[in-house]
């Protein structure tokens, strides 16, 4: 979710017309996602070969619609005063107008040519969407989107411009101002038809799946109408079950989508599960727990902390809004990352969302070289990382079997007899006794190359500090 001054800008992607098509629900225990976070579009294109060699199945844009133009359109990830050049990553979940293209990433030609480099390494593009607000500065909002819903005051809802004192209220949280943005009013139909035109523009120019951004402010059926709304219909509008003034939604059974409904009290995850697949943002947490003492026995990581079944989940060892806003995953090292999403990567469930952080960030200086546009730091393509996206796609099928040393330092994610990934959770080497279904034998890890071996049903060796190991059953 994207608020200011605390920035949470994490979306969600709508799932398809008619809940998941097969194809996408068999994709879940296989598939991964890159969030490309910042990357320029040509950046992201002059990258795909490595996105696909690293294993990925998609890559996640940042938004690509018209957006605000702050700091005098600075490329900066985040400035402050006096600093010698300007510029916030968040401008670009400040929407303008719903049209491809903004000042931060590229154009609608750079689109274009980003999807067809994806198509040509067989990698999927999820663009990021935000229709649940505007710029909070909404006399920005250009004039072909005011004359398209009908003038100004028809774009956003009755209580639009009132902020959410209480998120768990529904009425408040999907029609209020959150956090200074201005409520958009997702029921108008003629939005709705405006909006369509954007989202199937993407998919003629090759996207293949969304990432719905604050999802759960955005209403469900079940919802409290504002008065300025008929039917809370804008997912059933955005999923394909419904057209609007006799336009639809492209391809639907063909698409992703996925909603950051962050989770907490009161949130109607089952409904919106029937739309969308959701973003398990309790997991994540737990996850970290574990990461930064370094030891399993500090959070649940055995269950999915959530009431919808794991294929219908986003699952992440961070997000952006976890790394940006308060900082919260920022302090952990690349290491303890890579062993969180070796470990969430090797399980049965999911879709897991690496986050790229920014080029030359440091535990000491997040933003790094802090310019939009720019790659990320080099551990989206990290052997470790690597190596668990090509076991999570050879295992597909395979069931999963969780594993823990008594100490709470070791973990094993077990998939069926056919391989297992082993790793220190801990910043001190272990000794490694586990019970295991591999087969007897010598095991060698493709990365480091160290030796394990199994006898009488149980795993033997010397696990490094945070560190990681793929085995294969041969």
């Known amino acids: 979710m994207t608020k200011l001054p605390k920035i949470t800008a994490l979306a969600a992607l709508g799932l398809c017309a008619f809940g998941a098509s097969a194809a996408n629900r068999a994709g879940a225990g296989s598939e991964t996602i890159l969030h490309a976070w910042t990357w320029a579009l040509d950046t992201i294109a002059d990258n795909m070969k490595l996105i696909a060699e690293s294993g990925y199945d998609y890559v996640q844009t940042s938004p690509v ?30 929407p303008t ?60 809802h009755a209580n639009g411009f009132t902020p959410i004192v209480d998120y768990n209220d529904r009425k408040e949280c999907t029609t209020g101002e959150m956090g200074g943005l201005p409520d958009v009013n997702t029921e108008n139909p003629d939005f709705q038809y405006y909006y369509l035109q954007y989202v199937n523009d993407l998919i003629n120019l090759g996207a293949r799946g969304f990432r719905y951004d604050t999802a759960k402010h955005i209403g469900l059926p079940s919802d409290p109408l504002d008065p300025k709304a008929e039917r809370n219909n804008f997912w059933d509008v955005a999923t394909g079950r ?13 698409l992703y989508i996925y909603g950051e409904v ?66 919260e ?83 094993m994610v077990e998939r069926g007899a056919a391989g297992a990934a082993l790793v220190n959770f801990s910043g001190k080497e272990q000794k490694v006794k586990l019970p295991v279904s591999l087969p007897d034998g010598q095991y060698t890890d493709a990365v480091s190359g160290s030796q394990f071996k199994v006898a009488k049903g149980y795993l033997s060796g010397k696990a490094a500090p945070n560190a990681t190991y793929i085995l294969y059953s041969k």
């Open 329 to 411: 995953s920022a302090g952990l090292t690349d290491s303890q990352i890579r062993t969180g999403w070796v470990f969430l990567a090797a399980r049965n469930g999911g879709r897991p969302l690496f986050y790229s952080r920014p080029a030359g960030s440091t535990r000491e200086n997040y933003w790094g070289d802090n310019r939009i546009g720019h790659k990320g730091n080099d551990e989206f393509f990290h052997p470790e990382v690597v190596a668990v996206n090509k076991f999570r796609h050879a295992m597909s099928g395979q069931p999963e079997k969780l594993v823990f040393s008594d100490n709470g330092a070791l973990g």
């Open 242 to 254: 419904e057209a609007v003034r006799g336009l639809s939604l492209l391809m639907p059974d063909s």
């Open 65 to 94: 619609q018209a957006c605000y133009v702050g700091d005098g359109g600075g490329p900066a990830l985040f400035s402050k005063p006096g600093d010698s050049v300007q510029g916030k990553w968040y401008y670009y979940y400040q």
């Open 262 to 327: 962050l989770q907490d009290r009161n949130v109607k995850e089952t409904e919106y599960a029937g739309y969308v697949d959701l973003t398990a943002s309790a997991y994540g947490h737990e996850l970290r727990k574990v990461l930064e003492s370094g030891d399993a026995r500090a959070a649940d990581i055995t269950t999915w902390h959530h009431p919808v079944s794991p294929d219908r989940l986003v699952t992440w060892v961070e997000s952006h809004d976890t790394y940006c806003n308060a900082h």
């Open 97 to 156: 107008d719903w049209t491809i293209g903004n000042y931060m990433l590229g154009d609608r030609d750079d689109f274009k040519a980003m999807c067809d480099s994806a198509y040509k390494y067989g990698v999927k593009v999820l663009v990021d969407v935000l229709p649940n607000h505007t710029a909070i500065d909404h006399k920005a909002v250009l004039p072909g989107l005011d004359n398209a819903v009908g003038g100004h005051d028809n774009l956003y």
